[in-house]
T-cell receptor, first 111, second 111 residues
Framework: DTAVSQTPKYLVTQMGNDKSIKCEQN?????MYWYKQDSKKFLKIMFS???????INETVPNRFSPKSPDKAHLNLHINSLELGDSAVYFC??????????FGPGTRLTVT | GENVEQHPSTLSVQEGDSAVIKCTYS??????FPWYKQELGKGPQLIID?????GEKKDQRIAVTLNKTAKHFSLHITETQPEDSAVYFC??????????FGTGTSLTVIP
């Protein structure tokens, strides 16, 4: 009965590869987010979707592309991975606005 | 944009003592201030929040205060326990879906 789930939990890959991270929420929330947490634990929003529509797109390289097939899913695809992409990526959801519920995170390591 | 500063970056307290973490924000339009607890290897978990029409909110051993004039808000944890050890983040939002996070406070409760 996990509220917000992400797969995979760990992802190790080489520079230049393309990878995807999947997120699913079973809370019935309208809004979903992707955050990046760097090595210093700083949390920064990347994208936000409301009812499958992109509403926030922070200054993120075009190599990152979110996709929301339905309200319960928000996937993150990353092209041409770089060393600087290494971080923990968190998915979150909220009931329209305000209270956010985070997933367990995906630790991405680019070698 | 909004700028949220958080202090201290690390905090050690004896079990049973109180812990206080402080945040300041820059955007007077911010009206929602959540606090998150992040345990090792997990995603941030919302523990308490406050809106700008309220000056103080309490939930058992946790309380948050807000001073809109001074643009700062604080998290107070009383009777600390070892399981309170974690990284705590404050955040601010004016829209309910765009959140700006503080840099985190690593709290250690010494038994």
């Amino acid at each position: 009965d996990t509220a917000v789930s992400q797969t995979p939990k760990y992802l190790v890959t080489q520079m230049g590869n393309d990878k995807s991270i999947k997120c699913e929420q079973n809370l019935g929330h309208d809004t979903m987010y992707w955050y990046k947490q760097d090595s210093k634990k700083f949390l920064k929003i990347m994208f936000s979707y409301n009812n499958k529509e992109l509403i926030i797109n922070e200054t993120v390289p075009n190599r990152f592309s979110p996709k929301s097939p339905d309200k319960a899913h928000l996937n993150l695809h990353i092209n041409s991975l770089e060393l600087g992409d290494s971080a923990v990526y968190f998915c979150a959801s909220s009931p329209s606005t305000y209270e956010q519920y985070f997933g367990p995170g995906t630790r991405l390591t680019v070698t | 944009g909004e700028n949220v500063e958080q202090h201290p970056s690390t905090l050690s307290v004896q079990e049973g003592d109180s812990a206080v973490i402080k945040c300041t924000y820059s955007d007077s339009a911010s009206n929602y201030f959540p606090w998150y607890k992040q345990e090792l290897g997990k995603g941030p978990q919302l523990i308490i929040d406050i809106r700008s029409n309220v000056g103080e909110k309490k939930d058992q051993r946790i309380a948050v205060t807000l001073n809109k004039t001074a643009k700062h808000f604080s998290l107070h944890i009383t009777e600390t326990q070892p399981e309170d050890s974690a990284v705590y983040f404050c955040a601010a939002s004016s829209t309910g879906n765009q959140f700006y996070f503080g840099t985190g406070t690593s709290l250690t409760v010494i038994p």
